[in-house]
Nanobody, 123 residues
Framework: QVQLVESGGGLVQPGGSLRLSCAAS????????VGWFRQAPGKEREFVAT????????AYTDSVKGRFTVSRDNAQNTVYLQMNSLKPEDTAVYYC????????????????WGQGTQVTVSS
């Protein structure tokens, strides 16, 4: 069993930065891949980024490549999403999720989900 709690969301101006954190409980967290997804109002949940259990198997959706960076610190049971050059279209609730399939972009492969954190990019 893994429990996930996201934090770090908020209101930021276009061009600004935020760092999201996904803190996990459970001794086996380091054996899980972690994905970040987001859902904007009226839209389906979409894949953002993922990182494998050892920090490899990293993948991003095209719209965030070069702006977002995913990383993890297994000693701290935490995964991060550094978001730079934020745009209004990045506004969404961001979720982290844990699963056994490294590199997966499909939400159905993730077994455990956090409650989400709101990111709003607006002037």
């Amino acid at each position: 069993q893994v429990q996930l709690v996201e934090s770090g969301g908020g209101l930021v101006q276009p061009g600004g930065s935020l760092r999201l954190s996904c803190a996990a409980s459970g001794r086996t967290f380091s054996s899980y891949a972690v994905g970040w997804f987001r859902q904007a109002p009226g839209k389906e949940r979409e894949f953002v980024a993922t990182v494998g259990w050892s920090g490899g198997s990293i993948a991003y959706t095209d719209s965030v490549k070069g702006r977002f960076t995913v990383s993890r610190d297994n000693a701290q049971n935490t995964v991060y999403l550094q978001m730079n050059s934020l745009k209004p279209e990045d506004t969404a609730v961001y979720y982290c999720a844990a699963g056994r399939t490294p590199g997966s972009r499909w939400y159905s492969t993730y077994n455990y989900w956090g409650q989400g954190t709101q990111v709003t990019v607006s002037s």
